[in-house]
């Protein structure tokens, strides 16, 4: 099936191998939509090598992208600048013609401090890429869906921790909890224009990203191993098993269908289980 031929996905955050971005791209590419691959591709403060897309490796999602049949454009941004969100939908439209859904999957989920441990330039970033950015990348996608009069779809990936509170990730939980808010403040402005805004909320997911929250939280929680904790990630979940990728995927092409054209506003989880409001 490809109910997304001629179609044109961004997703921002999306430039690191196994990430949940490229999953989302994976999904989109073997069903037909021409694929955006954006990260901030060069190093800053707090986003080290090893937590960024670089240029290097979002040439690489691409490579595979293409390989799925894709048309694929690798376009940089910092998600934090509005000026750079706007540059990534002018060179988006100007490489396919179109802006047709958009995914707000940028993330900073990797500096886990107690409380009274976190900086004020730890606090900022969190906020400025996971919140900000999702403000920002979300008013110039819309712009350009409003301006092309076709509607939209914007899809927020935000976590279980924007329905509970996490210990020692006080800006991550803020951020997420905050990007349900403007989920559903966004959702009742753009309606009007056939643009749904909805958020994915998934559990745990075992990316990059998951990895170093299994190392920080193993030993935070006293388990013996890495492979002790996440064991017991899959006891507390009713379909026994962490989250994959793909369910992440799976969620925002439904949300990006046809099938979802009514639903706007809402923050879905995708979680086995585990978290049920």
Same mark, same amino acid.
């Given at each position: 099936?490809?109910?997304?031929?001629?179609?044109?996905?961004?997703?921002? /955050?999306?430039?690191?191998?196994?990430?949940?971005?490229?999953?989302? $791209?994976?999904?989109?590419?073997?069903?037909?939509?021409?694929?955006?691959?954006?990260?901030?591709?060069?190093? #800053?403060?707090?986003?080290?090598? =090893?937590?960024? /897309?670089?240029?290097?490796?979002?040439? #690489?999602?691409?490579?595979?992208?293409?390989?799925?049949?894709?048309?694929?454009?690798?376009?940089?941004?910092?998600?934090?600048?509005?000026?750079?969100?706007?540059?990534?939908?002018?060179?988006? +439209?100007?490489?396919?013609?179109?802006?047709?859904?958009?995914?707000?999957?940028?993330?900073?989920?990797? +500096?886990?401090?107690? $409380?009274?441990?976190?900086?004020?330039?730890?606090?900022?970033?969190?906020?400025?890429?996971?919140?900000?950015? #999702?403000?920002?990348?979300?008013?110039?996608? *819309?712009? #350009?869906?409003?301006?092309?009069?076709?509607? /939209?779809?914007?899809?927020?990936?935000?976590?279980?921790?924007?329905?509970?509170? @996490?210990?020692?990730?006080?800006?991550?939980?803020?951020?997420?909890?905050?990007?349900?808010?403007?989920?559903?403040?966004?959702?009742?402005?753009?309606?009007?224009?056939?643009?749904?805004?909805? *958020?994915?909320?998934?559990?745990?997911?075992?990316?990059? $990203?998951?990895?170093?929250?299994?190392?920080? @939280?193993?030993? $935070?929680?006293?388990?013996? =191993?890495?492979?002790?904790?996440?064991?017991?990630?899959?006891?507390?979940?009713?379909?026994?098993?962490?989250?994959?990728?793909?369910?992440? *995927?799976?969620?925002?092409?439904?949300?990006?269908?046809?099938?979802?054209?009514?639903?706007?506003?809402?923050?879905?989880?995708?979680? /086995?289980?585990?978290?049920?409001?």
């Amino acid at each position: 099936m490809r109910r997304f031929q001629g179609k044109t996905i961004v997703v921002t /955050g999306s430039g690191r191998d196994k990430g949940l971005g490229q999953a989302i $791209l994976q999904r989109f590419a073997d069903e037909g939509a021409n694929c955006v691959v954006s990260d901030l591709g060069k190093p #800053a403060e707090h986003m080290g090598a =090893s937590d960024i /897309g670089t240029t290097d490796e979002m040439e #690489a999602v691409a490579a595979e992208l293409r390989q799925r049949g894709a048309k694929v454009a690798v376009i940089p941004c910092d998600v934090r600048s509005e000026e750079s969100c706007e540059a990534l939908v002018a060179r988006t +439209i100007e490489a396919f013609g179109s802006l047709d859904i958009w995914v707000n999957n940028a993330g900073i989920g990797y +500096i886990m401090k107690p $409380l009274l441990e976190t900086t004020s330039s730890e606090w900022e970033a969190v906020i400025g890429v996971n919140l900000s950015g #999702a403000f920002y990348g979300t008013k110039a996608a *819309a712009k #350009a869906m409003i301006a092309a009069g076709k509607g /939209g779809r914007i899809i927020n990936i935000a976590s279980q921790a924007a329905k509970s509170g @996490f210990p020692h990730m006080a800006p991550y939980t803020s951020s997420k909890h905050g990007m349900v808010g403007l989920t559903r403040s966004n959702a009742i402005e753009l309606g009007q224009y056939g643009i749904t805004v909805n *958020a994915v909320c998934p559990n745990h997911v075992t990316t990059g $990203l998951g990895a170093k929250q299994n190392e920080y @939280f193993s030993k $935070l929680l006293g388990f013996d =191993s890495v492979e002790a904790y996440i064991e017991n990630l899959k006891r507390k979940n009713p379909m026994g098993r962490p989250g994959l990728g793909s369910d992440t *995927a799976a969620a925002c092409a439904w949300l990006a269908s046809d099938d979802a054209v009514y639903v706007t506003g809402e923050a879905l989880n995708v979680s /086995g289980g585990e978290e049920m409001h």
